[in-house]
């Protein structure tokens, strides 16, 4: 059973910190890790892909992916209080994808 | 460029009854994916297809069901409802060379009395 793990949190970070969410993963053919965004209510909102071992950043967001260790990391400079939501980690495996149970986040202005 | 759509956007119905939840995917877009997500947990994964398959199948009874039709938007039935199928159900289509990456669709949150 492939399996994608998050802390379920809340994670409680300051307004203007950087906030720190990781995700560890089994399969180790695994090629495409996603990040998503989901406010309470809504639906998920893709913010970041990354396929490639190292950084990726896209304004305020960055991921990390380490597939030797099997673990993927999103960072977010600056939190705003509007980042505020679960972020849900996504793992490729056989041409679907496996989900985080997500993560927590707060921001506290 | 329209996102991916789904009806209605609220269901409620009473035990035993059925529900047909619809999704029209992203224009371009061949696969589509039915979630389920109950409250306060996380997603699980229903059901895949593309071009008019059931590609996979998540881990439900068979009383989820579904189609694909040739406009590749997608239809979702549920027979025999219980108590424990509320949650809102997610619809998510993606281009067929790239269908790790999916997108949302608003969701149907549907309510079982």
């Known amino acids: 059973q492939k399996e994608v793990e998050q802390n379920s949190g809340p994670l409680s970070v300051p307004e203007g910190a950087i906030a720190s969410l990781n995700c560890t993963y089994s399969?180790?053919?695994?090629?495409?890790f996603f990040w998503y965004r989901q406010y309470s209510g809504k639906s998920p909102e893709l913010i970041m892909s990354?396929?490639s071992n190292g950084d990726k950043e896209d304004g305020r967001f960055t991921a990390q992916l380490n597939k030797a260790s099997q673990y993927v990391s999103l960072l977010i400079r600056d939190s705003q209080p509007s980042d505020s939501a679960t972020y849900l980690c996504?793992?490729?495996?056989?041409?679907?994808?496996?989900w985080g149970a997500g993560t927590k986040l707060i921001i506290k202005p | 460029e329209a996102g991916v759509t789904q009806s209605p956007t609220h269901l409620i119905k009473t035990r035993g009854q059925q529900a047909t939840l619809r999704c029209s995917p992203i224009?371009?877009?061949?696969?589509v994916y039915w979630y389920q997500q109950a409250l306060g947990l996380g997603l699980q994964f229903l059901l895949w297809?593309?071009?008019?398959?059931?590609?996979n199948r998540g881990n439900f009874p068979p009383r989820f069901s579904g189609r694909q039709f040739p406009n590749y938007s997608s239809e979702l039935n549920v027979n025999a409802l219980e108590l424990e199928d509320s949650a809102l159900y997610l619809c998510?289509?993606?281009?067929?060379?790239?269908?790790?990456?999916?997108?949302f669709g608003p969701g149907t949150r549907l309510l079982v009395l």
């Open positions: 998510a289509s993606s281009l067929r060379e790239s269908q790790e990456t999916q997108y």
């Open positions: 224009s371009g877009h061949t696969s």
């Open positions: 297809y593309d071009e008019g398959e059931e590609r």
């Open positions: 399969d180790r053919g695994s090629q495409s």
């Open positions: 990354i396929y």
């Open positions: 996504a793992v490729d495996s056989n041409y679907q994808l496996i």
